[in-house]
């Protein structure tokens, strides 16, 4: 080979190596932008659910007071204007 011809072909392939680089470049940008905005879904995500977790709990709590019976006498007296036996209800 000539001088010539091995400058054309370390040319061409330093050129093939730079597109090859600016490639794989582009395409890791590509994963780390898709990486962050999986993450701050998921964070959001996150911040959701805990917060529909405290709206369970509330809703538990709610629920298990409601078949108490402190609710139902509760409810009997206010709602209902019920009184127990031997007791008389004052009427403001």
């Known amino acids: 080979m000539d001088r010539k011809t091995l400058k054309r072909i ?14 794989l470049v582009v395409t ?3 994963y780390v932008v898709s990486i962050t905005s999986q993450q ?5 995500l996150r911040v959701e659910l805990a917060r ?4 369970r709990d509330g ?4 629920i298990e007071y409601r078949l108490s019976d402190d609710f139902t006498v509760r ?4 709602s209902l204007g019920l009184v127990k036996p031997g007791e008389h209800k004052i009427t403001p």
């Open 59 to 62: 809703l538990d709590a709610e």
């Open 75 to 78: 409810y009997a007296r206010e």
């Open 28 to 30: 890791l940008i590509g």
């Open 40 to 44: 701050r879904k998921n964070e959001m």
């Open 52 to 55: 529909l977790i405290d709206t």
């Open 10 to 23: 370390v040319i061409l392939i330093t050129a093939a190596a730079t597109l090859l680089a600016a490639i």
